[in-house]
């Protein structure tokens, strides 16, 4: 099991981003950006898919032993993020959102 919620289990597509750390641009004092770049990919993934009136869920708390067992691509390859992908039901509650300020560091 990759991830147990219903919204990932009954979701008519998953999407997960995977990175090849051996093949990674690193960085001179040895930071592998990997996972930088996998990130990348879902981002620009869920903006699309929201953009085109879709619904998403980002997922980094997925059993990672599982998803490279189930998935099979190989020990080169690491899971990085899931997300479903789908047409959401509609949300009855209103966002809470932080303050720019709450976020934003201004130096
Ligand atoms: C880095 C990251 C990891 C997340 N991992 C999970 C996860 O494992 N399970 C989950 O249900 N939601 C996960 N989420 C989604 C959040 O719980 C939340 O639903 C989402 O960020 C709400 O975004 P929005 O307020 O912009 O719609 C994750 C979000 C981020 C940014």
Same mark, same amino acid.
Request: proline share 6%; aromatic share 12%; hydrophobic share 45%.
């Given at each position: 099991?990759?991830? /147990?919620?219903? $919204?990932? &289990?009954?979701? /008519? ?7 090849? /750390? !051996? ?11 990997? %996972? ?6 879902? %981002? ?11 619904? &998403?869920?980002?997922?980094?708390? $997925? ?10 691509? !190989?020990? %080169? $390859?690491?899971?990085?993020?899931? &997300? ?5 039901? /509609? ?7 932080? &303050? ?8």
């Amino acid at each position: 099991m990759i991830y /147990p919620s219903l $919204f990932f &289990t009954q979701a /008519p597509i998953v999407l997960g981003i995977f990175s090849i /750390p !051996g093949e990674s641009w690193v960085r001179k004092d040895g930071r592998n950006y990997g %996972d930088v770049d996998a990130v990348i990919v879902m %981002d620009h993934i869920v903006m699309e898919a929201t953009a085109l009136g879709l619904g &998403t869920c980002w997922i980094a708390n $997925f059993d990672s032993i599982a998803a490279s067992e189930i998935i099979g691509l !190989g020990k %080169d $390859f690491e899971p990085i993020a899931f &997300t479903p992908i789908g047409y959401a039901e /509609p949300k009855d509650f209103k966002k809470v959102r932080k &303050t720019l300020e709450e976020i934003v560091v201004y130096l």
